[in-house]
């Protein structure tokens, strides 16, 4: 059937560095694939998302590529921020159907 | 524009009990999902709603239901609580049925005691 597999957490990191969050899924079909951030007592927010492969969402300096070779959706930034911290979700809806969410990553950025 | 209103925040019941979530989507909006997240089982997909219709539904026991009215408010109701139906219940608002584009508010967090 179909689900996401999310790297495990808890990632943390000092301010300024490099962020790879993997994200691989598996579907049938062309599902669109998405990436939200729930920060503390909130709900979720979409932070990008893409809807065929070789796509790239990017949004607040994430990026994320669709690649359907290796059913991957890594989420990327080049400079974390400490405002960055909150609990990250790769998702997939296969063709207009539910959302499929990973299990979350909780980023943490130290000053 | 209002963004999608889930009442109440936070709610406090009794095993055996039963309790009505609520959510207003954003005007416009006609398509309503509902997610339980839990730490262990992370966000599981509830039911959507679509022009006072269920469309969709997850794999969660019939105490778990829900309506969707004619201004696409949708209410979610549990019966006979248990305590591991505490969780963050969010609703999810789509412009039409299988959109990808959804929003989600801010969630009703219920503890059963």
């Known amino acids: 059937g179909d689900s996401v597999t999310q790297m495990e957490g808890p990632v943390t990191l000092s301010e300024e560095a490099f962020l790879t969050i993997n994200c691989t899924y598996t579907a049938t079909g062309y599902p669109s694939l998405f990436w939200y951030v729930q920060y503390p007592g909130e709900g979720l927010q979409l932070l990008l998302k893409?809807?065929?492969?070789?796509d790239k969402g990017s949004n607040k300096g994430f990026e994320a590529t669709y690649r359907k070779e290796t059913t991957s959706f890594h989420l990327e930034k080049g400079s974390v921020q400490v405002s960055d911290s909150a609990v990250y979700f790769c998702a997939l809806i296969p063709t207009g159907n539910q959302f499929y969410f990973g299990t979350g990553t909780s980023l943490t950025v130290i000053p | 524009k209002a963004g999608v209103t889930q009442t109440p925040r936070y709610l406090i019941k009794t095993r055996g009990q039963q309790v009505t979530l609520s959510c207003s989507p954003i005007?416009?909006?006609?398509?309503v999902s509902w997610y339980q997240q839990t730490p262990g089982q992370g966000l599981q997909f509830l039911f959507e709603y679509f022009s006072e219709t269920q469309r969709n539904k997850g794999n969660f026991p019939g105490r778990f239901s829900g309506r969707q009215f004619s201004n696409s408010r949708s209410e979610m109701n549990v019966s006979t609580l248990e305590l591991g139906d505490s969780a963050l219940y969010l609703c999810?608002?789509?412009?039409?049925?299988?959109?990808?584009?959804?929003?989600f508010g801010q969630g009703t967090r219920l503890t059963v005691v």
């Open positions: 999810a608002s789509s412009l039409v049925f299988g959109n990808t584009e959804a929003f």
């Open positions: 893409a809807t065929k492969a070789d």
């Open positions: 005007s416009g909006h006609r398509s």
